[in-house]
C-alpha cells in the first residue's frame, strides 16, 4: 500500500510540472510574431508589402493597393500592410477609404513614432478632402507627439503662407508635397 505522505508528493510534483509545462518562454529582445498565423504567411505578408513599397515608389498606387491586401489576407495583424494600404489609397485619391484605413492603423500603432506618422498622415488625408479643420486637429496631435515630424512641418510651413496671403487668396495644399513627404518613411 502507499503512504498518503508518497501520494501527496506525487501530486505535488505533477501539479508542479504542468503549472510549468503550461508557461512559454520569450526571449529577450524577440518580438512574437503573429500568434496562430504559420510562419510560411507571415513571410509572405512581409513580401507582398515589399512588393507594394516598389509601387508606392514608382508611382502606382492601384498595383500597390493590391499588394497591400495581399499581405493584410496573409497577415491581418501587420500593422505595416494596413498603414500602407491607407497611403496607397490616399495617394490613389480614395480619402474616404484611407481616412478609415489609418484610424485603424492609429489604434494598432506600434509605438510613438507611428503614432505622430500615423496621425499626421490622417491630417494630411482630410487636409485633401476639404475636411481642413478636422486635419488641423490631427497634425496638432502628431505636432505633440513629435515636433520634428516631417510633414507636420511641411503642414506648418503651408499653414504660414496661408496666413501671409490673407482672406481671399486661399492657396490649396498640394498632395503630391504631403505624399512626398510621407513617401520618405518607406525606407
Known amino acids: 500500500m502507499v503512504s498518503k505522505k508518497a501520494i ?7 501539479v508542479v510540472l504542468f503549472i510549468f509545462s503550461c508557461s512559454t518562454t520569450v526571449a529577450v529582445g524577440e ?9 510560411g504567411l507571415i513571410i509572405a505578408s512581409d513580401k507582398a508589402i515589399e512588393k507594394g513599397k516598389k509601387h508606392l515608389r514608382k508611382g502606382k498606387c492601384d498595383k500597390a493597393i493590391h499588394e497591400f491586401n495581399k499581405a493584410l489576407a496573409k497577415n491581418p495583424n501587420n500593422f505595416e500592410a494596413l498603414y500602407w494600404l491607407g497611403v496607397a489609397e490616399g495617394m490613389c485619391g480614395h480619402y474616404s477609404t484611407a481616412y478609415d484605413r489609418l484610424m485603424l492603423a492609429l489604434k494598432y500603432s506600434p509605438n510613438k513614432g507611428w503614432d505622430a506618422r500615423v496621425n499626421a498622415t490622417i491630417g494630411l488625408v482630410l487636409l485633401l478632402s476639404d475636411r481642413d479643420e478636422d486635419a488641423q486637429i490631427y497634425f496638432g496631435r ?5 515636433p520634428r515630424n516631417e510633414l507636420v512641418i ?3 510651413e503651408w499653414e504660414r503662407e496661408i496666413k501671409g496671403k490673407g482672406k481671399g487668396k486661399k492657396k490649396k495644399f ?3 508635397e504631403g505624399f512626398e513627404v510621407v513617401l520618405k518613411w518607406l525606407d
Do not use: N, Q, T, V
Not at 501527496?8 to 505533477?14: N, V
Not at 518580438?31 to 510562419?39: D, L, T, V
Open 8 to 14: 501527496f508528493k506525487l501530486l505535488l510534483f505533477s
Open 31 to 39: 518580438s512574437p510574431r503573429s500568434e496562430g498565423r504559420p510562419p
Open 142 to 146: 502628431a505636432r505633440m507627439i513629435d
Open 154 to 156: 511641411k503642414y506648418s
Open 174 to 176: 498640394k498632395g503630391e
